[in-house]
């Protein structure tokens, strides 16, 4: 929707985001990070403590799709299990306050979060030795339920990037929730200073997903993000007999959207009883099934990441 005035005011089309308009014009009405956007211009104390904490970590990535149901935590922990076989240091810090399953996945779902004199101490998988921070590592029982609005949310995220004693990394992932809400808003205002590498947009194979997608394409270039590129999830099935992959379902995938959206396609993920199995249970693929299929499709996509460069 155009408002007048708006788009002359602000560097994106229709939101005024960057703007002296930012949180104040008619169309920032309802908009869940008005409150965000008013803040623009003052001085934010957490931000130098967040730079500092960012600073001492090489590569900061963001993995995002704008539906849910379409494996997006599954790639984030798998991905950063393959990126520390290849000598990496590797944390992940799981944003989706609602949904947590990144403590699952990386088998630390019973630990808990200890503040020290340095900061909170991240949970340490035993997978390779992968650094966790997630809000269900925060709570009393696993059960309970997030039911917090937009400003608590924001906060939260906050701490955890300047309270969190990440050390030294070479990549921190961060796991977002779906859609372009609050807390994508949140990391990317914070981390603006340290400048994240960019995102990984995790989409499936069939067209009702890629509609959606195509929003999150959008979202990421208005707001300045560097798109990585694309991770077809859930591209074919693997026979758990043969490892034959069979396609699952028609048309061209992720291709056609590639082609139309000019971005490149960086992995292409099948669906796997193994991997589901050892998800379920917070097992490392790579030890488990160290030849499967799965496990080569997320070594490669690991070597793409490896081969951006830091912006």
């Given at each position: 929707m155009q408002h007048q005035g708006v788009e002359e005011e602000g560097s994106l089309e229709g939101c005024p985001s960057e703007s002296a308009m930012a949180g104040r014009a008619s169309v920032c009405e309802g908009c869940p990070g008005q409150a965000l956007c008013q803040q623009q211009g003052a001085v934010d104390p957490d931000q130098e403590s967040i730079d500092v904490r960012m600073g001492a970590i090489r590569h900061k990535l963001l993995v995002v799709s704008g539906k849910g149901g379409v494996g997006k935590s599954t790639v984030t922990a798998t991905l950063a299990m393959a990126l520390a076989r290849q000598d990496k240091k590797v944390g992940v810090l799981d944003v989706d306050i609602c949904g947590p399953s990144i403590p699952q996945l990386l088998a630390v779902q019973d630990g808990k979060v200890i503040s020290t004199q340095w900061g909170w101490k991240p949970l340490q998988s035993s997978h390779r030795g992968i650094k966790v921070m997630s809000v269900a590592s925060l709570?009393?029982?696993?059960?309970?339920?997030?039911?917090?609005?937009?400003?608590?949310?924001?906060?939260?995220?906050?701490?955890?990037?300047?309270?969190?004693?990440?050390?030294?990394?070479?990549?921190?992932?961060?796991?977002?929730?779906?859609?372009?809400?609050?807390?994508?808003?949140?990391?990317?205002?914070?981390?603006?200073?340290?400048?994240?590498?960019?995102?990984?947009?995790v989409t499936t194979p069939q067209q009702v997903a890629m509609d959606t997608i195509r929003k999150e394409v959008s979202f990421c270039r208005k707001m300045?993000?560097?798109?990585?590129?694309?991770?077809?999830?859930?591209?074919?099935?693997?026979?758990?007999?043969?490892?034959?992959?069979?396609?699952?379902?028609?048309?061209?995938?992720?291709?056609?959207?590639?082609?139309?959206?000019?971005?490149?396609?960086?992995?292409?993920?099948?669906?796997?009883?193994?991997?589901?199995?050892?998800?379920?249970?917070?097992?490392?693929?790579?030890?488990?099934?160290?030849?499967?299929?799965?496990?080569?499709?997320?070594?490669?996509?690991?070597?793409?990441?490896?081969?951006?460069?830091?912006?």
């Amino acid at each position: 929707m155009q408002h007048q005035g708006v788009e002359e005011e602000g560097s994106l089309e229709g939101c005024p985001s960057e703007s002296a308009m930012a949180g104040r014009a008619s169309v920032c009405e309802g908009c869940p990070g008005q409150a965000l956007c008013q803040q623009q211009g003052a001085v934010d104390p957490d931000q130098e403590s967040i730079d500092v904490r960012m600073g001492a970590i090489r590569h900061k990535l963001l993995v995002v799709s704008g539906k849910g149901g379409v494996g997006k935590s599954t790639v984030t922990a798998t991905l950063a299990m393959a990126l520390a076989r290849q000598d990496k240091k590797v944390g992940v810090l799981d944003v989706d306050i609602c949904g947590p399953s990144i403590p699952q996945l990386l088998a630390v779902q019973d630990g808990k979060v200890i503040s020290t004199q340095w900061g909170w101490k991240p949970l340490q998988s035993s997978h390779r030795g992968i650094k966790v921070m997630s809000v269900a590592s925060l709570l009393d029982q696993a059960d309970s339920a997030v039911v917090w609005r937009g400003p608590r949310k924001t906060q939260l995220i906050k701490q955890f990037l300047k309270n969190t004693f990440w050390g030294k990394l070479d990549y921190l992932i961060i796991d977002t929730p779906p859609g372009t809400s609050d807390e994508h808003l949140t990391v990317l205002k914070v981390l603006k200073n340290a400048k994240p590498d960019g995102a990984l947009i995790v989409t499936t194979p069939q067209q009702v997903a890629m509609d959606t997608i195509r929003k999150e394409v959008s979202f990421c270039r208005k707001m300045g993000l560097p798109i990585l590129g694309l991770v077809e999830n859930m591209s074919g099935f693997v026979c758990p007999c043969c490892q034959e992959v069979t396609d699952l379902f028609p048309g061209e995938g992720a291709e056609k959207m590639a082609e139309d959206c000019s971005l490149q396609i960086v992995g292409k993920l099948p669906i796997d009883q193994a991997l589901t199995l050892c998800c379920e249970e917070g097992e490392d693929i790579f030890a488990r099934l160290p030849e499967s299929k799965t496990v080569e499709s997320f070594t490669n996509l690991a070597l793409e990441i490896l081969k951006l460069p830091r912006r």
